[in-house]
């Protein structure tokens, strides 16, 4: 498994945030991270990235212990945020150089990638063109392919096409699927219930625990919904706090 949890929970004072959830996530697969807002289902993932530290229970990313080695996950992971991440003052060939740097690539292997995924995103004319400038989908798939630059084990995607049209989505999905069957795994969170029904299986937190985790059909038919959308409706209403 590239990704195991047991029990895992984070505690703000007297508040548990995230409370003593237990999962795993296998080698190439697309695991869907829901809920709604104040569910924990972010600081869930901040523990998963290393960037903070869980007040009890185990997990492991990528082999390496969330408690002891934050440093070795931080490098074997990927990570794309609904803004891109992405420097809009520097070109595209500059961005790419830039964090293909920080994961601490050589620079023969930069110039190496650099030119693959100029070619790979069909961007040779537009390297020098500052990523400002770039239609919103551009910057989409220039994010996800600076957020693989180094072959992670694990992406993490945090809403990543909030705010992108349909037609758009549904690119960057196919996008997602490519880097899957090469191996990648990918966590998602997306409010867009649609795109939870792309995921080979998907977890639904409520306040804090897991309250449901399957493959999407196997849910819709548990809770006879004819979508995600209404499955995650059902568990949603259970919910009694905002805010996490």
Not at 49 to 56: E, Q, V, Y
Not at 202 to 220: F, K, Q, T, Y
């Amino acid at each position: 498994m590239v990704i195991t949890a047991r029990d895992l929970t984070k505690r703000f004072g007297a508040f548990v945030a995230v409370d003593a959830i237990s999962f795993e996530v296998r080698k190439g697969e697309i695991f869907g991270f829901l809920g709604a807002n104040g569910a924990g289902k972010t600081t869930a993932m901040r523990m998963l990235c290393g960037l903070s530290l869980p007040s009890s229970g185990q997990a492991t990313v990528a082999g390496y212990d969330v408690y002891r080695q934050t440093e070795q996950i931080k490098r074997s992971i990927g990570y794309m945020s609904q803004k891109f991440s992405l420097y809009e003052d520097l070109t595209v060939r500059e961005n790419i150089r830039f964090y293909a740097g920080i994961y601490q690539l050589s620079d023969a292997r930069i110039r190496e990638k650099t030119a693959k995924l100029l070619q790979q995103l069909h961007m040779e004319e537009q390297e020098k063109s500052l990523v400002r400038s770039l239609p919103l989908g551009w910057k989409q798939k220039l994010a996800f392919a600076i957020a693989i630059v180094h072959d992670p084990a694990i992406v993490f995607l945090d809403e990543p096409t909030g705010g992108v049209d349909p037609m758009m989505r549904k690119e960057f999905w196919s996008t997602i699927y490519e880097a899957s069957d090469r191996g990648i795994t990918i966590f998602v969170t997306t409010h867009y219930m649609d795109e939870a029904e792309y995921c080979h299986r998907v977890s639904i937190m409520v306040d804090g625990r897991i309250e449901a985790l399957d493959s999407p059909g196997r849910l819709m038919k548990r809770y006879a919904a004819g979508s995600m959308d209404d499955v995650f409706l059902q568990l949603a209403r259970k919910a009694s706090r905002t805010g996490a």
